[in-house]
């Protein structure tokens, strides 16, 4: 018999990717196949969808009504919607498109496979949102994208309060996991091969406020430096309210916690920042800044920030200007204001024009774009620890160049060597040009390091090319670097 295959496609931040990497473990163990990338369509489809993004809903129902057709021509094909979108729209998204067959909320992922299977047997859809969590998702099983890099999430939901984000309604209070529950995760997945984690919550610094312990992440990121084998230590993202002196020392003092930081802005004026509930000014966070920077130098810092809140004037936009200048991040992910349904901003006065907004907006990227460009030309000449991932720059460099992350996180292309490098492996290399978005590296590297995370890569195609010579097609994924990470989690919330 052969087995039912599936396709997942995710739209939103980190969080969301980590819950698909969940909802692909969970069908699975279910006796599902991931679907060829070339294959029509697959058995059961799934949306794991974002709210927060502009358009989203429209993007949603465009993808359902390409996907009717095939439906009705196809027996037993299955359609699932679940994450931001489905907790929020609920019985909505049935009666706008009734050939979907599974509703989940964000609470209900590890209830994907029996809905599927009651659908299947009731022949009519089963929508099931919970409000509150009821057991944490990282005790799910997971499919994870990339053998050498993983996601841990420390805590779910948000506390705060911003005018402009509905997240906190659709992902719940904040609720942190036990320190040694992931701590565990993490052994077990550096057992496996993983060298680099990254860790996720909605306000990841705010950890430990569920536990009653102000300092425990700090202690968090001290105890990852404490685990052998451990490479790159991650976080996503922080909440300007909740990063103190302890977190950024136990950034400086532990070897593995990368020199990097993703701190949302939003808006350089503090006017505009209280309009958005958000819980510092500008003092506050170009303090924050100046003493990560005193700490840890070659940190490199990026940033989230919306252009046009309602009531914005262009003073408080000159005001979001200086602190670009002032702060010199290395990347900025930048955001038109649009309405939100449910968010107090979207009920304010002071709606700005689109013309108005686009125009702030275009000087602000290009303010951004030339002080990224400034900041990666001091890169130039410096040699630095890649870990490779497949891929080059341009399709018709594939076969010359690899791609991969700076301890930074700064992407870098460099020259293929001779010998063969696997993903997970580092090498070191010595940039020669800088653009805004990349650096590059034109010389073969002066060294490559084989990993344990390269061998884990290695047994992932070794498993895949047996399952496919067995006629089982996972469609496994291909590992690579794109030229901007997803969109960051957690605090700035026009991400998530």
């Not at 705010?206 to 102000?214: E, K, Q, V």
């Not at 052998?228 to 977190?247: A, C, I, K, M």
């Not at 649009?338 to 006065?349: H, L, V």
């Not at 024009?353 to 290009?366: D, G």
Request: hydrophobic share 40%; charged share 25%.
């Amino acid at each position: 018999m052969t087995a039912k295959t599936y396709e997942l496609r995710t739209f939103g931040c980190q969080m969301n990717v980590h819950d698909s990497e969940r909802m692909a473990g969970l069908l699975e163990e279910a006796g599902y196949v991931r679907a060829p990338e070339e294959a029509e369509a697959a058995d059961v489809v799934v949306f794991n969808t974002c709210a927060v993004r502009e358009n989203a809903d429209n993007r949603l129902y465009g993808n359902l009504g390409q996907l009717a057709p095939k439906k009705a021509a196809r027996p037993g094909m299955q359609i699932a919607v679940g994450g931001c979108l489905a907790q929020k729209d609920r019985e909505t998204i049935v009666r706008r498109a009734p050939w979907v067959d599974v509703v989940f909320g964000t609470h209900n992922v590890g209830k994907l496979p029996v809905l599927l299977e009651r659908a299947r047997i009731e022949q009519e859809a089963q929508v099931e949102i919970a409000e509150s969590l009821e057991a944490f998702p990282s005790t799910l099983p997971t499919r994870r994208e990339s053998p050498y890099a993983a996601w841990v999430s420390i805590s779910v939901g948000c506390n705060n309060t911003c005018t402009f984000c509905i997240v906190p309604q659709l992902r719940g209070k904040e609720k942190d996991r036990r320190p040694g529950d992931i701590l565990a995760e993490v052994e077990a997945l550096v057992a496996e091969g993983v060298s680099e984690i990254t860790l996720l919550g909605q306000n990841v610094n705010a950890y430990g406020s569920d536990i009653g312990d102000r300092q425990a992440f700090g202690k968090l990121l001290r105890a990852c430096g404490q685990i052998e084998g451990l490479e790159r230590v991650r976080f996503t993202s922080p909440h300007p309210r909740d990063f103190t002196d302890d977190v950024i020392a136990a950034m400086a003092e532990t070897p593995n916690v990368m020199p990097q930081l993703h701190m949302p802005l939003q808006s350089g004026s503090s006017r505009v920042l209280k309009a958005m509930r958000r819980s510092y000014r500008q003092e506050r966070f170009l303090g924050i800044i100046e003493k990560v920077r005193a700490a840890i130098p070659d940190a490199a810092i990026s940033t989230d920030i919306i252009v046009g809140f309602p009531g914005e004037t262009e003073e408080d936009f000159a005001e979001t200007l200086h602190v670009v200048r002032e702060a010199r991040f290395a990347q900025a992910f930048t955001f038109q204001y649009s309405k939100r349904p449910g968010t107090p901003a979207a009920e304010m006065d002071g709606q700005l024009p689109k013309a108005v907004v686009q125009e702030r907006y275009e000087r602000l990227v290009a303010l951004q774009e030339e002080i990224s460009w400034e900041e990666n030309k001091k890169q130039v000449g410096r040699t630095l620890e890649v870990m490779v991932a497949e891929g080059g720059g341009r399709k018709d460099d594939l076969t010359r160049r690899l791609s991969g992350r700076a301890p930074d996180n700064r992407l870098v292309h460099f020259a293929r060597p001779e010998e063969p490098v696997r993903p997970g492996d580092v090498a070191s290399v010595c940039v020669s040009y800088a653009a805004p978005h990349h650096l590059l590296a034109e010389s073969a590297p002066l060294a490559v390091r084989r990993t344990r995370a390269g061998d884990a890569w290695e047994r992932q195609q070794e498993g895949a090319a047996q399952r496919e010579t067995s006629g089982v097609m996972l469609g496994l994924p291909t590992v690579g670097v794109p030229e901007q990470p997803p969109a960051p989690a957690g605090g700035g919330c026009t991400a998530c």
